[in-house]
């Protein structure tokens, strides 16, 4: 259980990070500036994800996945969306979809 100050914490990070995406949405972004912008989105969906917000976590995780799609190449850091998306499948016992998310950072890992 988490507790109420705990709670209040990651509620006002994910407050932050949502005023950060919603400021930089629709701004130009060079390849840098997606890797940021992707990084706001997926710090806010471990947020969600560390108050048992599975619905927000899982959506978060599935728009950083969709932007690091549409990038030319890949960074480090694009790893942990996929497993995090994979944690909050496995919470939601979405078992498919975590063993894909595994998968799939498995191979970007070997491309490397």
């Known amino acids: ?29 060079s390849e840098l ?3 940021v912008f992707i990084g706001y989105i997926s710090s806010r969906g471990e947020c969600y994800l560390n108050i048992n917000d599975y619905t927000n976590a899982k959506n978060d ?33 979405n078992l498919k979809e975590k063993n894909n998310d595994q998968q799939q950072t498995i191979r970007d890992v070997l491309q490397r």
């Open 1 to 29: 259980m988490i507790k109420k100050e705990e709670m209040k914490k990651y509620n006002e990070a994910i407050e932050c990070y949502t005023k950060l995406i919603n400021y930089n949405e629709n701004k130009e972004r």
């Open 33 to 35: 500036g997606i890797d």
């Open 61 to 93: 995780l599935d728009r950083c996945i969709d932007l690091i799609k549409e990038k030319s190449k890949p960074s480090v850091t694009d790893n942990n969306a996929f497993l995090v998306r994979g944690d909050i499948s496995r919470k939601l016992n």
